[in-house]
C-alpha cells in the first residue's frame, strides 16, 4: 500500500490516521511533480492530495479511500456493526468534510497574508459556530461516535487541533465546547493518533514558523 501525500496535508493526514488506527502497513510517497501538477494529474486528475495505490489499484478521495479500506480489509475496523450506528458515523464524517473543514481552510489565507487578518472575529465566529453544532450532533464517549474511534474522528482528529494551533498563532485562542474536551483528552492519549499525526504537525510548526508565527 502506497499512501501518496505530503506531511503538511491535512486530509492526508486522516488517511494515514485510519492506516494507522487499522495496523495497515503501508509506503508513504510525495505525488511525482508535486500536487496539482501535470504530472500528478496523469495520475489523480483533480490533482488532489491524498491518494493510495494499493497494488496497482490507485483511489483519489479520503473519503472513499476510508471506505475502500473498510471493504478491502476487515481487521480493526473503524465502522460500528449495527447499520444506524455505521450511518451516524459517516454523518459525522461528512459534516468534517463539507462544513467544518472548509472553516478551518478559511484561516489559511489569515497565515499566508496578513493584511487578510481583519477577517479573524468573522471567520473565527462561524468556526465556533461550526463546532457548537458539532458539539450538539456528536455525544463523545470519549471518541465522537462512542468508545473506540470511528471513520468518524479521522478527519475531525486532524482538523480541531489544526484550528486550535493556528488559531493560537493568530492570538485568539480557540476555546474548546466542553463536551468535545473528553475526546480531545482521549486523542491526546492515544498513542497511534500521536504516531500517525506527528508528521503532520510538524509540518504545520514549520509552515507557521515560516509565516512568521509560532
Ligand atoms: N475532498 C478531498 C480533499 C483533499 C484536499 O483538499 N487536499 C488538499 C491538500 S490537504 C489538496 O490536494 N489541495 C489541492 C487542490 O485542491 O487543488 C479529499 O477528501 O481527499
Redesign the pocket.
Known sequence: MILYGLPV????AKVRLALCWRGIAFEEREPPGG??SEAWRQIVPM????AIDDQGFVL????AILEYLEERYTERSLLPQDPQQRAQVRMLARLH?LHVEPKVRALFALIRQPQERGQLPELKAALDDKLARLAQVARPGPYLAGPRATLADCGFAVTLPLAERLLGALGSPLQWPPSLEPWQSALTADPLAQQALSPWRAATDTWLRAAGLN
Not at 490533482?47 to 491524498?50: A, D, R
Not at 483519489?60 to 473519503?63: D, H, L, P, Q, R
Open positions: 496535508s491535512t486530509y492526508t500536487y496539482r490533482g488532489t492530495i491524498p483519489a478521495e479520503s473519503e468534510d
